[in-house]
């Protein structure tokens, strides 16, 4: 067998250099979309159906105490609407 130039022996050392970091790189990214996949809290999982579990009713009060009221658009019925208008003469 020929010996190899050093350039040779470069080049060869060089490909297989690339070759293992590029699949250290594919390795890496593959661990890197499973560990961040199981942290994510949106992550679905199978829900457990449990018959205790009440179902879902809809509601207008709103987590924080706001009250979005029947959703009808119109003037305010008080509260922080800000000074209200009087029919009423003075």
């Known amino acids: 067998m020929a010996e190899l130039s050093r350039l040779e022996l470069a080049r060869r ?8 970091v590029g699949g250290g790189s594919v390795a890496a ?4 979309v499973v560990v961040a996949r199981a942290a994510h809290p949106g992550t679905s999982h199978p829900a457990s159906r449990s018959p205790a579990t009440a179902p879902a009713t809809p509601d207008d009060r709103q ?4 009250d979005f009221g029947n959703g009808a ?6 509260g922080f609407g800000g000074p209200q208008a009087s ?4």
């Open 13 to 20: 050392n060089l490909r297989l250099v690339r070759i293992l």
């Open 29 to 32: 990214f593959a661990a890197f």
């Open 63 to 66: 987590p924080g105490g706001l």
């Open 73 to 78: 658009i119109g003037p305010s019925q008080g």
């Open 87 to 90: 029919s009423r003469g003075s």
